[in-house]
């Protein structure tokens, strides 16, 4: 049995009522009223699927558009996935990741990704000898704009150098390789925003571009990624992805500053 649009608005109308009321009697100390619906299994299927498509628009338009959500759904898939690898598929993968976040941060900077996105498309393709086709090409440009600052650069250089290892050379398949090793020791970028709490607790705070702690991340010390050359790795991707995605045009070094003062 199909559930009509007007049904499904009846249903949430109600349960946004008892949700109040609930709040209400939570707060004056009374108990919750039951449930006041008895739902089919068609209304339950139906609802969920609307708050499905609801929840869907809402990040659909928060990404800004359907293209852009789905192709961060894709990276958020692939990364998943990588998690539970070998130490070489998640190299491959998460530098990829991270190589696809300064291209979208560079675009961002092209107002002909809009007006003509094919122009800008060959600046990026490999098969036409696009000059911002490879990794390297893509951390200068984006120093050159001012998205990353000199410490930055530096350690993505180190990052794209471990991926390309990775990718290139098949006798290393562990981040315990010792040239690999080499490298990740070296990715210290986010040491400076360790913090080693007394309480056995590690903390990585993410800071905006006037060097103000927005968040922060913890982790047991006996879980401490950073403790681990695949764990730095990963971890500094990870925080390379994350700010790349709040580029502004025109900011200086947006999040991306620490260790370049």
Known sequence: MTVSPRRIEEIEAVIAAWQQ??????????????????????????????????????????????????????????????????????????????EEGLRMAVETHFPGVVTQPDVVNRLFDPMKNGPLSNFGAKIDISFALGILGNSARGTL?????????????????????????????????????????????VHLSHRSAKNEVVTKTGFRLEENPFATSRGRFEQTCSFFQHHLRQVVPGATEPDLHIGDA
Do not use: C, W
């Not at 338009?61 to 598929?89: I, N, T, W």
């Not at 050379?169 to 990740?184: E, G, P, V």
């Open 157 to 201: 250089k180190r990052v794209a150098e471990i991926r390309n290892l990775f990718a290139h050379r098949l006798d290393i398949r562990s981040f315990d390789h010792d040239d690999i090793r080499k490298l990740t020791d070296k990715l210290t970028y986010l040491d400076a925003a360790l913090d080693y709490r007394e309480d056995g607790m």
């Open 21 to 98: 009321q609930s709040i209400e009697r939570l707060v004056a100390g009374d108990p919750v009223l039951a449930f006041p619906l008895e739902l089919t299994s068609e209304e339950l299927a139906a609802l969920s699927d609307a708050l499905h498509h609801r929840v869907e628009a809402t990040f659909t338009e928060a990404f800004g558009g359907p293209k852009k959500y789905a192709r961060h759904k894709l990276v958020q898939d692939a990364l998943a996935g990588a998690r539970h690898e070998a130490d070489r598929s998640l190299a491959i993968v998460q530098g990829a990741v991270t």
